[in-house]
């Protein structure tokens, strides 16, 4: 489909596209523990005169449509920082793949790049929800998935994203609510109770990992699948991506969302660190991500009659 011609009256953001096939975003962003885009390299295109410091930019997730790990969809919203920079593509295939690139046949003919501001959301929206809206239904990365950096979305298209990006945010604080499980059954505290048992846990984790002489980042406020990226100080191993998990009583006995079982099955690195008694005697237990699977089952269905 043809592209739309992008104006003062109908512009309402910048999209700039990530292919993770072309382009690591698991290991450079997710796993590196800092969730945040500073720039993007761009194709030539009249719409790089049109890109100012201060207009609100989309960061899109595109590849595979089922993809868990890294699915289809808005990944961040932030601000373009900078004017446009010539840069010159990379001329090592080393160097290349040392900044991500998988596809460095690619990354030889880059050339021009901006800078931007682009916190990740803590709620990604995928695809699937984004299409829903009619709006946003019609917008370019929909309509023309193939159209080189930077697509744009119409000021109606931005308000739409806008209102679904709190709905979205509204429903993921509903799915991570903490539960409490010991021997004498299971049942949800109280926000304050809840918030206590998980500053505990997470507490008592990263000791755990740090007493081992691993790096740990924080990345809990994200909806990752995991709350802890745990990194050797040697270098000799891989990051691994932990899922912590506070409870009150003594048994290793919890709930995962959706999202974090799904990590489970596909990450090979992802492990799950349950902290019992977490505010009396804290003690970490481990598990790997096969342990989790076999012995996981599902206790309650989400059912949604619209």
């Known amino acids: ?94 160097d290349a793949k040392a900044n991500g690139w998988i596809d460095v046949v690619h990354a030889s003919k880059l050339k021009f790049f901006v800078e931007t501001d682009i916190p990740l959301l803590e709620n990604p929206i995928r695809a699937e929800e984004y299409k829903s809206d009619p709006i946003l239904a019609k917008s370019e990365p929909i309509r023309v998935p193939q159209l080189s950096n930077p697509a744009f979305l119409t000021k109606e298209e931005f308000r739409a994203l806008q209102i679904l990006r709190k709905t979205n945010s509204a429903a993921g604080a509903i799915q991570d609510a903490q539960v409490t499980i010991s021997k004498s059954g299971a049942g949800f505290g109280t926000a304050e109770q809840n918030k206590e048992t998980e500053i ?22 994200y909806n990752f699948g995991w709350d802890i990226v745990a990194t050797p100080k040697s270098g000799k191993r891989g ?20 999202n974090e079982y799904n990590h489970a099955q596909v990450e090979g690195n992802w492990e799950l660190a349950v902290v019992t008694n977490a505010l009396s005697k804290p003690k970490v237990n481990i598990f790997n991500s096969k342990d989790v699977i076999k012995n996981a089952e599902v206790l309650t269905w989400q059912v949604d009659l619209r």
């Open 1 to 94: 489909m043809r592209e739309v011609a992008v104006t003062r009256k109908n512009f309402g953001a910048w999209v700039i596209k990530c292919n993770p096939q072309v382009w690591d975003f698991q290991k450079m962003v997710i796993e590196q523990g800092d969730p945040e885009i500073t720039g993007w390299t761009l194709g030539d295109s009249y719409r790089l005169d049109l890109m100012r410091p201060g207009q609100p930019v989309v960061f899109w997730l595109s590849g595979s449509k089922n993809g868990e790990v890294v699915f289809r969809g808005v990944w961040g919203i932030g601000k373009i920082t900078s004017g446009i920079t010539e840069t010159r593509g990379f001329t090592s295939d080393k």
């Open 200 to 221: 505990a846990g997470m507490s008592a984790a990263k000791k755990y990992y740090e007493k081992l002489d691993f790096k740990v980042k924080d990345v809990s406020k």
């Open 239 to 258: 990051a691994k991506l932990i899922e912590v998990k506070g409870v009150r009583g003594s048994e290793p006995r919890i709930l995962l969302t959706r």
